[in-house]
């Protein structure tokens, strides 16, 4: 089957699945969000689209909007162009900021045109909107449409909610394979860890600490978190699915090793912000090495396999001899105390093997011990081949500066230090972070970036270990299901959203919006439904000594739907395109993660 079809794999019944409720369902959700601006209305992003929509019903609100939105394209403009676009934004998209900050932007923009130019003014708009506008959403019927995707949001998760495709790879608790969402289409990774397996690494607290962080981040360059579900016998990471295969495999297994120097430039600049987003959220990586960045179906990278991660709490250090030999930091290799210093020296190393296709510290191929590495790591300098540009080569030592306090990035600022390197003096980090580059690489969807299927080993079968229901507190705290803004990101890509947003073209509240009335009644089953139930009755009717026989590999249940809405529109769904168990072996689409 063609990757293609697989990517319109909708259910038929997707309406169904993504039935709104009744807003009176929702009444309990109401109290318990808590009732803050910058998370409804900016950082959710079905709740921004629908606090857009109730502004541009509004003059003057709907000003402000598009101040924004005219602030958030000169953001991402080139620098050629961009005090063109700043004098377009003051001529006719100024709302009522002082007059003041207006004739200072305006200097400003003449002198110098920054990114930052209109931040304070950006700031009084939020400040504005997050009063009495917010106030009025939150009685508005689009504040109760948002209530209803929250509830669905919060729906349980199970296998069931997924279709499951070939193995993609396999990680330390278990196999990693391809998967879709039946109801929107969306492919993704499922990392699963074995229960047992778990349980016999006593491995609980590195698995939900990986669960956490992943699910707090929330960034272009890591790997997403969309959900987090538990089968009898394992709990499922659903991740983002990148289909490029990793650095490691591209430095070494396309050519000769290495990269051309804008290539390596463009995935360090794309790991630096990664980085960055990580460190924002107190976040210590501690495992940046080539075979933990993938590249996705465009060439874009993100960071992966967060298992190392740990929160950095605010004013404290942390000590651990953690990471992978040749990418740990001298003050890790000494077991001396870091917060965020050992992610920009592993940077450093990622750089230098980019561009000269070996490690600054090892061989490939060569074994060395491991305290001869550290003792390298420690005490020797790295070599510079004529591969490297002055500016690289500036970059690469700055990083692996053996004082994390003189070290690049941790001098103070961060990922904006490396940021400003002249080695990136080209790169335009805001429309890098939009998204609006093209990678220099884009893999070929035909092509294979990783092991055959057949080559992956086998996991052996966990013997001597028991689940106990004490267990299960442990799972409960793994498996909570979607996570918000990834979970809200793949309704509105997969036009859900769009589809399903509708409102009365004549003002009126819709029924299911009306608190005044009663939810609709369930549907009528269908005819199979019907029948199927009329002969499980007569099953459980006819007594204890009856035969219970049924051959359900030929019963296809219907999805219960939630409360319908009452006058709901009807649209036709298309045809279902998913992969048969049969054809699942067959299916080489997907490259590892």
Known sequence: MEYKNVQKGKSKKWRQMLQFPHISLCEDLRQALERDYRSLCEKQPIGRLLFRLFCEMRPELSCCVKF?????????????????????????????????????????????????????????????????????????????????????????????????????????????????????????????????????????????????????????????????????????????????????????????????????????????????????????????????????????????????????????????????????APEVVKNERYTFSPDWWALGCLVYEMIEGQSPFQQRKKKIKREEVERLVKDVQEEYSEKFSPDARSLCSML?????????????????????????????????????????FKPDPQAIYCKDVLDIEQFSTVKGVELEPTDNDFYQKFATGSVPIPWQNEMIESECFKELNVFSLDGTVPPDLDWKGQPSPQPKKGLLQRLFSRQVNLWVGSGPTAPLHCDFQYIHPVPRPAESMSGARHWGAPEEQCLTRGHQHEWAGFQGS
């Open 400 to 440: 692996l500066c053996k004082d994390p306090g003189e070290r690049l990035g941790c001098r103070g600022a961060g990922a904006q230090e490396v940021k400003e390197h002249p080695l990136f003096r080209h790169l335009n980090f805001k429309r890098l972070e939009a998204g609006m580059l093209d990678p220099p």
């Open 68 to 328: 924004l939105d005219a602030v958030a394209e000169y953001e991402v403009t080139p620098d050629e162009k961009r005090k063109e676009c700043g004098r377009h934004l003051i001529d006719n998209h100024v709302p009522e900021v002082p007059l003041q900050l207006v004739s200072a932007c305006s200097e400003r923009l003449e002198q110098e045109p920054c990114k930052e130019l209109f931040k304070e003014a950006t700031k009084l708009i939020h400040d504005y909107l997050s009063v009495a506008p917010f106030a009025d959403y939150l009685d508005s019927i689009y504040f109760n449409r948002f209530l209803q995707w929250k509830w669905m949001e919060r729906q349980p998760v199970t296998k069931n909610t997924f279709r499951q495709y070939r193995v993609l790879g396999k990680g330390g608790f278990g196999e990693v394979c391809a998967c879709q969402v039946r109801a929107t289409g969306k492919m993704y990774a499922c990392k699963k860890l074995e229960k047992k397996r778990i349980k016999k690494r006593k491995g609980e607290s590195m698995a939900l600490n990986e669960k956490q962080i992943l699910e707090k981040v929330n960034s272009r360059f890591v790997v997403s978190l969309a959900y987090a579900y538990e089968t009898k016998d394992a709990l499922c990471l659903v991740l983002t699915l990148m289909n490029g295969g990793d650095l490691k495999f591209h430095i070494y297994h396309m050519g000769e090793a290495g990269f051309e120097e804008p290539r390596a430039v463009f995935y360090a600049a794309e790991i630096c912000c990664g980085l960055g987003d990580l460190h924002r959220e107190r976040i210590a990586y501690r495992d940046l090495k080539p075979e933990n960045i993938l590249l996705d179906d465009h060439g874009h990278i993100r960071i992966s396999d967060l298992g190392l991660a740990v929160h950095v709490p605010e004013g404290q250090t942390i000590k651990g001899r953690v990471g992978t030999v040749g990418y740990m």
